[in-house]
Structure formats: structure tokens, C-alpha cells
């Protein structure tokens, strides 16, 4: 296993960093394929072609000789592995060259082995988020394949064991990393979500602009837990707020497609009406909620507030949802609205006149509650038009 050309370019610039002398970085075929003279790259060096060929520790040239491609220097195997997989050549006199010919080639070997280790965390990675792209895609049958199998048990994921879905979320969202500040945070975070999964036993991965944790079991204050101090530490150490929607799972081989729609739908919820996390419950109408089309949503809300300006039905909104979270207490509503009870008490007649809605029949506070659930959810879609759910972008 060798490097890329560009990688193998940024091991040469950064041992360049420290020596005067050219240096030439050959592939197992000898041919250069990254050097601080440039016009060298991509010829094939003779010199390197014998190390390799005749398991050579080490070789000096003395001449240059073009058609060789070769010029005064020191050239020494690279071994990694236990074998050489290419050749680093120091141009310049021998008496100079010698001197520091051991030391670049620790100091390439060592800087090959992080790259060769980066790359191979970079595949696990790339492994691991197929793998768990496919689990949550809707195709049931997806999780049966040998490709999928074989992706969970290199990765020491077992797919029989009973696993929870969280799914956490920044808000706001999270822009593309562009300047070395926004890589090194962006770097950082990742390191935090190691952290926090490898101390709970769970994994995750990224999807856009989601964090899906797959959780251990399904011990609702276990989870509730982590997700809590994980969002505490997300703020403390990183200043970033998230939201996060769970769907529970007991079961063995969990269907991780249906646990990702539903904990979609509790974040969904989260965000829609004010809540930092969310478990699904269908009961819950504000989960049951995300589960209609934003167009009836939209009509319900018309035909409820019909003829009102914006700001007419931004005052009945907060009006409802004070009344409903304070159990009708007229009391309570007076005060967190700076009201007096006989202004309150004409504001909810005049509700009612004007919608036919009247908040102090429970059937018909319902409707209002409905009502003011719906228009929450809309203003979700608008605020966040990467729904990838609904794919409507606003509806207000």
C-alpha cells in the first residue's frame, strides 16, 4: 500500500521544512512520484528501480546520468510494514547528504504511517456510514445482504442486538467548514461525539446535518440521560445548542429505517413546538402532527383564522397556547399576558365570535389547540426548508 501522489507531495513538502538538499519520493516501481524539483515527478529513477529490485539498504550515486534519470545523491528504502514500499532520495554530495540520509527516512516512514493510518480510518469511516445509510433506507431487506453483513462485522456491529435511534440536531443549522478555524472546531466536535458514544457503548454517524446515535437498549431514562448531558456538554464545551427526537427499541435485529423515520418525526416535533428532546409516542399530537401533509395543515389553519391579518392571529396563537398549557386558568393567563381578567375574558369572546371556536368548550379548545399546532409546524417548514420529509419548502 502506497500514497497518493498529492499525499505523498505533503510528506516531501514538510520534510523539505527542515533540509537544504532536493528530495525525490519513489513508488514501489521506482518512478517519482513526488519531489521539491518538479520536473522531476513521474520519471522513473533507475537508482530506486535496484534498492527495490536487489533489496538494497542503501545506494549512493555519484554521477548524474540524465537518461538514468538519476543525479548525485543517497537513496534508502522506505519500509513499512516490514517491507519496502518505496525509496526516498536526498540530492547532493555524499559527505553532506550522509549525514542526515537516516534521519529523513525515519522521519518519511513515520509521516507515511500517519497518512497510511488516516487512510484507513478514513475507510472505516466511509464503511461505516454505508453501512448505516442502507440500515435506515426504507428497503427492509437491505440489512440481509452479504455486503451488509460483512460491512457490521468488520466493523464489530451487531445488527441483532436491540438498539435505540436518537437523532440529535444543531440548531440553528451548522454551515460548511471553509477557514482552518471552522475545520479545527468542526474537527474538535467530531472528537466530542466520539467521546460521549465510546463512553455510553453507543456509535454514530453524520447524515447532513444529523447526528443519529444508536443507542444500547431501550432504558428510556438511560437515554434520556445521555441525550441531556450531551446536549449540557455540547453548549459548555462547544457553544452549540441541539435538539434531539428518540424512538425507543427493545426489540432484537431493530428495523432501523422505521426507527429513523420516528425519531425524525420526535426531533421534527422537538423543533416545531420548543421541546430539546422529543421521544416518539404516537399518542403525542404533536408527533402524529408531522405525519399529515403540510397542505391540510395549511388549509385547517386557513379555514380556522379565515379573513385575519398576521398579526390578528399571532395575537389569538399566543392567547390559545397560553390558555391550553395553563389548563384554562384565567388567573394565570391574565398575568403572563399583562392582562386584566376582564380584557382576558373579552379577547376569548371575541376569539370565539370570530372563529366560532370557543376556548372554554373543551371540544372546541382542541380545535384551537389544532389549530395552533399545525400553524407551529408550518413555520418549521419555512424556517427549515430541508425537509426531507415533506419536500415542500413554505407553505405561509
Known sequence: MFLSRYNAQAIVDEVGKVISTDINLMDASGRIIASTDPKRIGQIHQGAVKI?????????????DEAQHVKPGLNLPLNVGGKAIGVVGLTGEFIEVSKIGQIVKRMTEILIRDQIDQLQIQRKELIRDRLFETLISPDSNAMLTPDILEAADRLG????????????KQI???????????????????????SVCDQAQAVFFYRYHYWAVFFPGNDQEAILTFCKSTIAMAIKNHGIS????????????????????K????????????????????RNLGIFLQSVDPAIKKEYIDKVFDGMDQKTIDSYLELIKIYITNN???KRCAELMFLHPNTLQYRIKNLASTTGLDLRNTSQSFL???????????VDITNNPENEFTGIRSLL
Open 242 to 261: 441541539m435538539k434531539a427526537g428518540i424512538s425507543l427499541s427493545g426489540q432484537a435485529s431493530p428495523n432501523y429505517a422505521d426507527a429513523w423515520y
Open 368 to 378: 384551537l389547540y389544532l389549530a395552533m399546532l399545525c400553524y407551529e409546524d408550518l
Open 172 to 194: 440553528p443549522e451548522n454551515s460548511i467548514a471553509t477557514t482552518d478555524f471552522e475545520y479545527r472546531a468542526e474537527f474538535e466536535f467530531q472528537r466530542f461525539w466520539k
Open 52 to 64: 527495490l529490485n536487489e533489496d538494497l539498504l542503501e545506494l549512493f550515486i555519484e554521477y548524474e
Open 263 to 282: 425519531a425524525h418525526l420526535a426531533l421534527k416535533s422537538a423543533q416545531s413546538h420548543d421541546h430539546e428532546i422529543v421521544i416518539y409516542d404516537i
Open 328 to 330: 384554562g386558568s384565567l
Open 157 to 168: 456491529f451487531d445488527l441483532v442486538r436491540p438498539r435505540s435511534l436518537i437523532i440529535f
